[in-house]
């Protein structure tokens, strides 16, 4: 497997551990000092505090909902780092009235290491959204 089917798989990894609801196994694939950036603008460094944060919404508000990154663009920096670039979307959230928000979408930046094993993990995941220019 290249690299960039790699990084692609390895977000499918983090989605499946979303999907089934598994914020240990999600944790797992970013390093020990990793940051995550919700789509919600928070962010977590490290690995303990994005199981947290995780668990804490996928036993909550999101229990149930489904995650996919779809990556569009893998650029390899040098032979141990790469970014990938992507949209997220995350469906199925219920809302207070039991019936789910409208698909919850954000472009990502993800920020690869390899370790020398030869397995890419996750330095930083970031999602953000683009502000419409003014006409």
């Not at 979303?18 to 977590?44: E, K």
């Not at 469906?91 to 919850?104: C, I, N």
């Amino acid at each position: 497997m290249n690299d960039q089917e790699a990084i692609k798989q390895l977000a499918a990894n983090v989605d499946a551990a979303f999907n089934a609801g598994d914020s240990t196994t999600m944790a797992s694939y970013w390093v020990d000092d990793g940051l995550n950036v919700n789509p919600f603008g928070d962010a977590f460094r490290g690995r303990t505090a994005i199981a947290s944060d995780l668990h804490e919404s996928l036993t909550g508000f999101m229990k149930g909902s489904r995650h996919e990154l779809a990556v569009t663009d893998v650029y390899r920096l040098n032979d141990d780092i790469a970014v990938a670039d992507g949209v997220a979307t995350i469906t199925g959230v219920a809302g207070p009235d039991g019936h789910d928000f409208p698909p919850l979408t954000s472009n990502f930046t993800l920020i690869c290491s390899k370790t020398t094993e030869g397995d890419w993990q996750v330095e930083q995941l970031r999602a953000y959204q683009f502000t419409p220019k003014p006409r």
